[in-house]
Each structure stands twice: as C-alpha cells, then as structure tokens.
C-alpha cells in the first residue's frame, strides 16, 4: 500500500538521549515535512524538505536536524531530548512544495523524561 | 503576524447539519484546505479552496470568502464516524501552510 511510513510509531526516552524518527514514503513526492503536534496547538511545522538534497528551517527548528539524503527518505533527529519535545510528531509528504495537500504518516508519539 | 482562528469544539447530533468556520489572516493566499483529523490517528485531506464560492464533495461542502478571510466545512447528514477535529489551514505566499488549531466536533446520538 502507498503511503507513508514513520518509525517508531511510540518511543520512550531519557533526557539527553539522541533520537532518530525515521520516514519513508513511496509515493516519489517531491516535498517532505516534519510536523509536532501538541493539545491546543495547530500542527507546527520542525523542518521541510522541497526536494531531495535541500532541506529547510520551519516554525520550531531549534533542538531537531533533518537530512533529504534522497526522494523517499527524511529522518528528523533529536541531538539532546528534553523533556518539552514531549509530542507527537507527524511525518508528511506532498506532491510539491506548491500543493497544500499533504499525506500524513501514522504518527510518532515520543515521550521524554 | 499569521493567524488562523477557528471555534475550539462544537457538539451536534447525529443527522443533523454543522457548520465549522475559519477565519484567516495570512502573508497572502494561494489556497485554504480542510483536513479532518480522527483521534489518535493522522490528518486526512478533505477539501481545498482557491476561489470563493462553494465546494462540495458528497456530504461535505466548504466555502470560501477571501475578501473577507472567511471559509466553513458543512458537514450533513451527521454520523457519528463523523466525530473527529476538522483541521483549517491556508497556504501563505511563501507556500507554507499555516495550521489552525482545529475544531473538536462531538456528534451525539
């Protein structure tokens, strides 16, 4: 089936740990993103991707990178988790950067303590 | 700045109609989507705006107004599959999306 897969789908962590939500997709979309989800807060967009090898900087990049190595992958680490990076973080894809039809991956829900 | 406002939760009953609306202030304006988005699970595409008038799609429909920074989701012939958070977001000059909070729907019997 088409679509987008994110990894792990819920994850414990310690404070201070690195981490790597991993993404896939197979839908050879252009653009990529990464979302955080938190109750009572539109989803904010971490870091997108238009194309494979550029990445880009979104509304709460601080404490996360990201690499577009090539089309289908885009993980999003966490160098040094803290405990406010507590979410649910939404991998997305769209056609283009010019679409506002995004896919969304199942969700990764990361808790740090 | 960017703003997209929208009521926090509604409650209606099961088949009957509702209407979401979503006002937006944005750095331009090259679309308004809808998404709906069950709990627990991941946003879903619904419906996308980029002239004003109405668009409908089965048992949604969603309007836009942009002289007035306006659009509603009517949702008729509520089910109650049809409890979840609806999602408005406006795709800006930059061609960001920028995301309301989303409404809360709870359809009761």
């Known amino acids: 089936i088409a679509g987008i897969t994110q990894a792990p789908t819920s994850q414990i962590l310690a404070a201070g740990r690195r981490m790597t939500l991993r993404c896939t997709q197979d839908?050879?979309?252009?653009?990529m993103y990464w979302y955080r989800q938190d109750l009572g807060l539109g989803l904010r967009l971490i870091h997108y991707?238009?194309?494979?090898?550029?990445?880009g900087k979104g509304e709460v990049p601080d404490g996360y990178s990201v690499s577009r190595a090539n089309t289908d992958d885009f993980p999003l680490t966490l160098a040094s988790a803290v405990p406010s990076q507590t979410s649910v973080y939404f991998c997305?894809?769209?056609?283009?950067?010019?679409?506002?039809?995004?896919?969304f991956g199942e969700g990764s829900r990361l808790t740090v303590l | 700045g960017q703003n997209i406002d929208q009521p926090t939760e509604m409650t209606a009953t099961e088949g009957a109609i509702v209407q979401i609306n979503c006002t937006y202030q944005t750095s331009g304006f090259n679309g308004l989507f809808w998404y709906q988005q069950h709990a627990g699970e991941a946003p879903t595409f619904l419906s996308y705006n980029v002239l004003d008038g109405l668009e409908e799609k089965g048992r949604f429909s969603s309007f836009l107004s942009r002289s007035k920074g306006y659009s509603y989701l009517l949702l008729k012939e509520l089910q109650m599959k049809d409890s979840a958070s609806y999602l408005c977001a406006v795709l800006d000059s930059n061609y960001q999306l920028i995301w309301g909070a989303g409404t809360k729907l709870i359809i009761k019997p």
């Open positions: 991707s238009n194309t494979a090898g550029t990445t």
């Open positions: 997305a894809s769209s056609e283009d950067r010019d679409t506002g039809e995004l896919f």
């Open positions: 839908m050879r979309h252009n653009a």
